[in-house]
């Protein structure tokens, strides 16, 4: 994986404007986890900054896009940003602008509002050590015409498959995994926000398991 840098944070002399955003800067609110149970939204990057230290981030993919509009051609800079503190949260952003660093800047602020927990554990029936190495179950995501399947894999295998899934999973903190991509994969977005689909259902399945808890 390509050195990963830390995000920027933003939330010295911070304003919030949400309640959830005021919850956070006042202390009421310590965890991410918090937000997730109680079912709140995170509407500024900030409370990502505070509650997620040491979140980093990974430039997935930088396009140029052109349009013809009434007001002649416009072009813009696409970029798609992936985050993730390496333990278990992780968010996918994408923003076009005109220039290729605020692309950048704005497409890190939309993964942080994007930020959402991923599920980790042995899902691998060769392994089943019971640790938080991979995922628990396989999964699919879909986005556009690009698919991809994420599929438990035993300790020490790594991360098998392409470069986009490789880093977002190491961003979201999964070691051991096979993946498969299907489609075109080469569209800028759609593999990374597959990627992200398959990982958030991590949370979206309900295994006997849960039952009891
Ligand atoms: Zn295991």
Redesign the pocket.
């Known amino acids: 994986m390509a050195q990963s840098t830390e995000t920027q944070k933003s939330e010295a002399g911070w304003v919030p404007r949400t309640n959830v955003g005021r919850m956070v800067q006042v202390g009421q609110i310590v965890s991410l986890e918090d937000i997730f149970t109680q079912g709140l939204k995170i509407n500024e990057p900030e409370i990502v900054d505070i509650l997620l230290p040491g979140l980093k981030q990974e430039v997935l993919g930088i396009g140029f896009v052109q349009k013809q509009t009434d007001a002649g051609e416009k072009s813009r800079f696409k970029a798609i940003v992936a985050v993730g503190n390496g333990t278990g949260f992780l968010g996918v952003g994408g923003a076009k602008m005109r220039q290729v660093r605020s692309a950048i800047d704005k497409a890190t602020l939309q993964a942080k509002l994007n930020v959402v927990p991923i599920r980790r554990g ?1 899902g ?1 029936w060769e ?5 938080a ?2 995922i628990p179950f396989r999964v699919r995501g879909k986005c556009g015409s690009v698919g991809i399947e994420i599929i438990p894999g ?2 020490g295998l790594g991360l098998v498959g392409g470069e986009t899934p490789k880093t977002i999973l190491t961003l979201a903190g999964v070691k051991d995994c096979w993946t498969r991509s299907f489609g075109s994969t080469s569209t800028l977005g759609s593999m990374a926000y597959a990627v992200y689909e398959a990982l958030l259902s991590t949370y979206r399945i309900v295994t006997p398991k849960d039952w009891v808890t």
Not at 127 to 131: A, E, K, L, P
């Open positions: 042995c691998s392994c089943g050590c019971g640790q190495h991979s035993p300790r």
